[in-house]
T-cell receptor
């Protein structure tokens, strides 16, 4: 089944403790991206990647890191999480260079930073 | 920077009614516009994608239209059902192809 898989689904951590949220897709998509969803603000793009070893900042990249060493994986790293990073996070993927390709989403990771 | 707005923020209708959800965007330089459905605690499910060169797309009881020049899209749902209750989001993919901008969604409740 074609899908985007995020782990974990729920994560509670403390300020400053490094964490990684994993994202994997099995559709051979070049494009992958991360979003955070906050009430009243909608989804905002954190980082995106057009292909392996190619990443770029979205609208809200501060406090986050990403890497794209393999085509299927695009982990999101919070090196020193803070309470304002408490949010619902989504990973998504699509074909790159093909504007008709829809964006496919994972089921989300709800992160709480205390 | 692209801004996407969805009005109304919430909508409640009786079962069987036809309804229209609105999405507007400020910059017409888009690749495509996509409508999603989001159920509570779940991810986003793609409903329809309209290419910038298209005027509309249909899937079952759903019809989405796009007017790039006026920066507007509508999602028409025919004969609404309680199972249609969810939040509906629109998103535009800008011409560089790299970034997506989302509206804040319309929360739809269909009353049996």
């Amino acid at each position: 089944e074609a899908q985007v898989t995020q782990n974990p689904r729920y994560l509670i951590t403390v300020t400053g403790k490094k964490l990684t949220v994993t994202c994997s897709q099995n559709m051979n998509h070049e494009y992958m991206s991360w979003y955070r969803q906050d009430p009243g603000l909608g989804l905002r793009q954190i980082y995106y990647s057009m292909n392996v070893e190619v990443t770029d900042k979205g609208d809200v990249p501060e406090g986050y890191k990403v890497s794209r060493k393999e085509k299927r994986n695009f982990p999101l790293i919070l090196e020193s999480p803070s309470p304002n990073q408490t949010s619902l996070y989504f990973c998504a993927s699509s074909l790159s260079g093909y504007p008709y390709s829809p964006l496919h989403f994972g089921n989300g990771t709800r992160l709480t930073v205390t | 920077k692209q801004e996407v707005t969805q009005i109304p923020a919430a909508l409640s209708v009786p079962e069987g009614e036809n309804l229209v959800l609105n999405c507007s965007f400020t910059d017409s330089a888009i690749y495509n516009l996509q409508w999603f459905r989001q159920d509570p605690g779940k991810g986003l499910t793609s409903l329809l994608l309209i290419q910038s060169s298209q005027r509309e797309q249909t899937s079952g009881r759903l019809n989405a239209s796009l007017d790039k020049s006026s920066g507007r899209s509508t999602l028409y749902i025919a004969a609404s059902q309680p199972g249609d209750s969810a939040t509906y989001l629109c998103a535009v993919r800008v011409n560089t192809g790299n970034q997506f901008y989302f509206g804040t969604g319309t929360s739809l409740t269909v009353i049996p």
